[in-house]
Every structure is written in C-alpha cells, then in structure tokens.
C-alpha cells in the first residue's frame, strides 16, 4: 500500500540547515508528484514547494531562497533541505503524495530550532 | 496568493447532527478543493477531492460541494470519530494554501 515516511534531525540550531529524507513505498517517483507541508505547533498549515515526477520542482516564494528539494528514484526517497533556520521554524514537517491534492500524508516529523 | 477563509473556527454538534463547514477562495478556484480530517498527533486523511469526489473508504456521511469560489463540507449525522481539526486546501494555483481549520467536538 501507499506508504511515506519522513526522517531527520529532531532537533537543529538556529541558523544551521534542515535535512529531511521522506521514503516512499507503493508507488514510483516517476508517476507522483511528492510536495513537503509543515505545521508549526497549535498553528495551521504550510504549503512549502513539490517536486514533480519529472523532477522539476516548485517552491513557496515566501521559502525559496532557503528551500531546495530532490529526489533518488531508485532509493524511493525524496529529500528537503532548507538553509538559515530560525525558531519560527519549529514544526512538523510532513510529506504527502500529490496531484491536484495530496492524497497520502507521511506521519509527520517534528523539528524544533533552538540552541 | 489566493486566500482561503475557513468557518466557523471551531464548532460543537451532538451525536446524530449534520453540520458544514466553509471554505471560501478569494479567486475561483475552479474546484480544485480538498477537505481533510486531522486527528490529535496524526497526519491528515483526505476526505473529499476535486470539491465532491469522495475518496476510497471514507464513510458516505461526509459530502462536499461548491464550485467557483465557495465550498462546503457536510457530515450527515456527526459520528464520535468525526471529532477533530478539519481543513480545506486549494490546488488551483501555487502555492497550495490551506483554510485555517475548523476544530469539531460533540457536545
């Protein structure tokens, strides 16, 4: 079955960069498009960019200066990277199947920026 | 960015009600809508696509509708599991933005 797993750092510095490895199963890289959403605490939801199946990407323009996505087909793993983390930072980051909506959600990974 | 405004913030029905929920565009979005369930600590389950398109598994209580730049979700008859935080998000444009969520309690 469809299945997506966020993995990384539960904890980053300020100032330092976020990596984030989301692995897929139950599906290619090649047909999906895979988009990263994040949810600081209490807070609502952020779209944050897409990287599509042909390997273009998309970003939020309120993030694209600190944010670069990829991906490994073959290892079934896309990755998020953002630069110059900050507190307003702190949240859980999810990566989620998409089309036109995102269909499956990974479980979430929550991130808190502090020294 | 096209603004989504979601109401009512929260909202507290009895076992058996039907409710909505709202989600209005600040430009047409040409149905490009989805409605989420988010349960405490957990990710988000689609419910609706594409404005009324239920997706596979999710119980036939939960509908959608609306077109242009206004969107509804219904519950016909609130279940104890339909209680949690529900969000609407358009993917006509980018960025993808979300409604500020509507929180849901039985009373």
């Known amino acids: 079955q469809v299945q997506l797993k966020e993995s990384g750092p539960g904890l980053v510095q300020p100032s330092q960069t976020l990596s984030l490895t989301c692995t897929v199963a139950?599906?290619?890289?090649?047909?999906?498009?895979v988009h990263w959403v994040r949810q600081p605490p209490g807070k609502g939801l952020e779209w944050m960019g897409v990287i599509w199946n042909t390997g273009g990407t998309r970003y939020n323009s309120a993030l694209k200066s600190r944010l670069s996505i990829s991906k490994d087909t073959s290892k079934s793993q896309v990755f998020l990277k953002m630069n110059s983390l900050q507190t307003e930072d702190t949240a859980t980051y999810y990566c989620?199947?998409?089309?036109?909506?995102?269909?499956?959600w990974g479980q979430g990974v929550m991130v808190t920026v502090s020294s | 960015d096209i603004q989504m405004t979601q109401s009512p913030a929260s909202l507290s029905a009895s076992l058996g009600e039907t409710i909505s929920i709202e989600c209005r565009a600040s430009?047409?979005?040409?149905?490009?809508l989805a409605w989420y369930q988010q349960k405490s600590g957990k990710s988000p389950q689609l419910l609706i696509y594409a404005a009324n398109r239920l997706q596979d598994g999710v119980p036939s209580r939960f509908s959608g509708s609306g077109s242009g730049t206004q969107y509804s979700l219904k519950i016909s008859g609130m279940q104890p599991e339909d209680e949690g935080d529900y969000f609407c998000?358009?993917?006509?444009?980018?960025?993808?933005?979300f409604g500020s969520g509507t929180k849901l309690e039985i009373k």
């Open positions: 989620a199947r998409g089309r036109g909506y995102l269909d499956y």
């Open positions: 139950g599906f290619s890289l090649t047909s999906y498009n």
């Open positions: 430009e047409d979005i040409y149905s490009n």
């Open positions: 998000l358009q993917g006509s444009k980018f960025p993808f933005t």
